[in-house]
C-alpha cells in the first residue's frame, strides 16, 4: 500500500522560510522512473506543480517560482523534502506530495497540509 | 508557461454523459499521449482517474474514459451519479521548461 504525508507549519510569517517534509512508504525512490514531488493548491484554486525529483537525482522546478524553490531527496529514509523561501501572503496554500511515475502521471497523492502566510 | 483550458463548470443529469474538455497546444496535450485526469471530491486530496490519455487505474469506474483530438483532451462521465460531483483537474507533461501543466478545473454538478 503507497502512503505519503507532508509535515510542516501551518503558519508562517511573510519573508520566512517554509520547510515542508514529505514521508512515504510502499515504494522505493532509487526505483527506476520513480519520481516524488510537491503540488499546492491555494483555497478555492486551481492545482499549481511546483518541483518533482526522481531517482536519478533529476530536480525540476516550475520555472514561475524556481528562484525560491528546493526539493531534496533521502532515499534511505523515504523522505523528501521542499523549501520555499521568502514566503508571502499570496503562498498560502494546501501544499500536496505526491509519487510521479516518471514524465507519465501523478499516482498517488498526500492528504495535503493547510499553510498560512499571515504576521 | 499558460495552465491547461477547461471549462469552469459542467452540469448534467444523473444517467447522463457528460464531456470536460482540457485544451493545450503542441507542446503538451497535442504532442503526447500524457495526459492525466483527477478527481477531487470536496475537502480531499486528488485522486487519478484516466492516465495516459484512456486507461483507468485499478478500481477506477468504467464510466470514465479519456480521448484526445489535436491539442484537446476529453474526458466523458457516462451514466452520471450523484457521488461524481466533484472538481475534476487534468494535468500533462509539456516539452518547455514546466515539465507539468494542470487545468483551471471544472465542477462537475449532478442535478
Known amino acids: 500500500q503507497i502512503t505519503l504525508k507532508e509535515s510542516g507549519p501551518t503558519l508562517v510569517k511573510p519573508t520566512q522560510t517554509l520547510t515542508l517534509t514529505c514521508t512515504f512508504s510502499g515504494f522505493s525512490l532509487s526505483s527506476s522512473g520513480m519520481g516524488v514531488g510537491w503540488i499546492r493548491q491555494p483555497p478555492g484554486k486551481a492545482l499549481e506543480w511546483l518541483a518533482v525529483v526522481y531517482w536519478s537525482d533529476d530536480e525540476r522546478y516550475s520555472p514561475s517560482l524556481k528562484t525560491r524553490l528546493t526539493i531534496t531527496k533521502y532515499t534511505s529514509k523515504n523522505q523528501v523534502v521542499l523549501t520555499v523561501t521568502n514566503m508571502d501572503p499570496l503562498d498560502t496554500a494546501t501544499y500536496y506530495c505526491?509519487?510521479?511515475?516518471?514524465?507519465?502521471?501523478?499516482?498517488?497523492w498526500g492528504q495535503g497540509t493547510l499553510v498560512t502566510v499571515s504576521s | 508557461q499558460s495552465a491547461l483550458t477547461q471549462p469552469a463548470s459542467v452540469s448534467g443529469s444523473p444517467g447522463q454523459s457528460i464531456t470536460i474538455s482540457c485544451t493545450g497546444t503542441s507542446s503538451d496535450v497535442g504532442g503526447y499521449n500524457l495526459v492525466s485526469w483527477y478527481q477531487q471530491l470536496p475537502g480531499k486530496a486528488p485522486k487519478l482517474i484516466i492516465y495516459?490519455?484512456?486507461k483507468r487505474p485499478s478500481g477506477v469506474s468504467n464510466r470514465f474514459s479519456g480521448s484526445k483530438s489535436g491539442n484537446t483532451a476529453s474526458l466523458t462521465i457516462s451514466g452520471l451519479q450523484a457521488e461524481d460531483e466533484a472538481d475534476y483537474y487534468c494535468s500533462s507533461y509539456t516539452s518547455t521548461s514546466a515539465l507539468w501543466l494542470f487545468g483551471g478545473g471544472t465542477k462537475v454538478t449532478v442535478l
Open positions: 505526491a509519487q510521479f511515475r516518471g514524465m507519465t502521471t501523478i499516482d498517488y
Open positions: 495516459t490519455g484512456n
